[in-house]
């Protein structure tokens, strides 16, 4: 006699369906809260620039920003630099208030003129902020020595190269990787961002372990500088391919990484609005 094989019931049907596709919900869940976290992060990030830097470039030209904090805001007699700068601080608000509305599908699908209008926005002065920045590092240097310089024009050349790229792909209407160039652009584009709450979220959980702050160096920070690139470009990676994967685990395991991170955003977001933005204004 042959050994009886029972059927599965429907009710076994469909919940091995659910089963089978929680570590895609999963991870899409994770890659959501991710972005909802730091799009508002980069909204408070924007506001303070607007609401700090605004006023004086506006109300008093680039002279405006010598009473700031940055290293070399304003440099008498430098035409050119001063104007990059002012230029720099200003298109920064902006870039930073646009990118998150890029990578929502639904603008995409359902405001696709809008979506276009701010991309070519967000791409044109991304472009010009990072030649500016280039010039600034060139001519007034940076923070953290040759490491901040060797790594703020490494930004700037990996932002002009992926958004040629990402235009590239738009032009030839291959718009899965455009989208995918478009994820890589937010990222180092979102670098000096990353790299505030990073130093921030680093202090909230270690006390600083690895930064001199009379000097501005230490191991941390020389690992920050790359870092405010290489990690999120990283995990975007990660998360690009754990889309793709047919395998559990590793759709998972990269659920839960893209969750730390956002733990870890959202202390840095908090810990530098307290402590870093809101008591300058």
Known sequence: MTEAHETPSSDEVIENKAVSKRPAKLLSLSAKSWLVVAALGQWIFAAYVTAFYFPRVFGSGPAGLADTHLPNGYVAGDAAGNLAISGHVVIAAVIIGLGPLQLVPKIRMKAPRFHRIVGRIYVATAILTSIAGLYLV???????????????SLDAILIISFACIAVYHAIKRNFLLHETWVLRLFMVVSAVWFFRIGIMAWFITTGGVGIDTETFSGPFLTFLFFGQMAVPLLVLEMYLRARRSKHA????????????????????????TMFMWVPRL
């Open 138 to 152: 060139l001519t007034r240097g940076t923070l953290g020595g040759w490491v901040g310089h060797t790594a703020i």
């Open 249 to 272: 685990g590793f759709k998972y395991l990269t659920a839960a990484t893209i969750g730390t991170a956002t733990i870890l955003t959202a202390i840095g977001i908090l810990a530098a």
